[in-house]
């Protein structure tokens, strides 16, 4: 793997466009050292905009995402990073929980009134849709 990686590579590494690469340097998680119109990015670089992605992924925002960078290049050890880095990961779950209650919720209700639908379309025979339905 080199050392040093164009904006064009890691597009194509990572199945994203040139232009996330650059939204995310304008964001402030990848500094790409420039040669003229070049931008070059180096492993760390590399690393960063994995983890972006991955973050990403996990449904964090850009700013969390930077706030975890900054984090760990203050940290003089891993224990605050880890430590915010779970704190961040118990909202995210619990925030997905309470989407996937509410989603739920929200089924059980179709299901229901798509029943009490079907049979009101059903024993009317009033309606011309229940009486063309029966008669197939």
């Given amino acids: 793997m080199s050392a040093i990686h164009t904006i064009t590579e890691l597009a194509s590494e990572f199945g994203i466009t040139t232009r996330t690469i650059r939204h995310y340097e304008d964001e402030g998680l990848l500094s790409p050292r420039r040669e003229g119109?070049?931008?070059l990015f180096?492993?760390?670089d590399r690393v960063?905009?994995?983890l972006a992605l991955r973050g990403k992924r996990l449904g964090f925002s850009l700013s969390?995402?930077?706030e975890l960078f900054d984090l760990y290049?203050?940290?003089r050890d891993e224990k605050g990073q880890l430590e915010q880095f779970l704190?961040?990961?118990e909202k995210r779950r619990a925030l997905l929980e309470q989407q996937r209650e509410d989603i739920e919720v929200m089924l059980n209700e179709i299901a229901f009134f798509e029943i009490q639908c079907r049979k009101l379309l059903a024993a009317d025979?009033?309606?011309p849709?229940?009486?063309a339905q029966s008669a197939a």
């Fill in 42 to 44: 180096s492993p760390r």
């Fill in 48 to 50: 960063r905009l994995k």
């Fill in 64 to 66: 969390e995402i930077r």
């Fill in 87 to 89: 704190t961040k990961l």
């Fill in 73 to 75: 290049d203050l940290a």
């Fill in 37 to 39: 119109q070049n931008r």
């Fill in 125 to 127: 025979p009033a309606n």
């Fill in 129 to 131: 849709a229940a009486t």
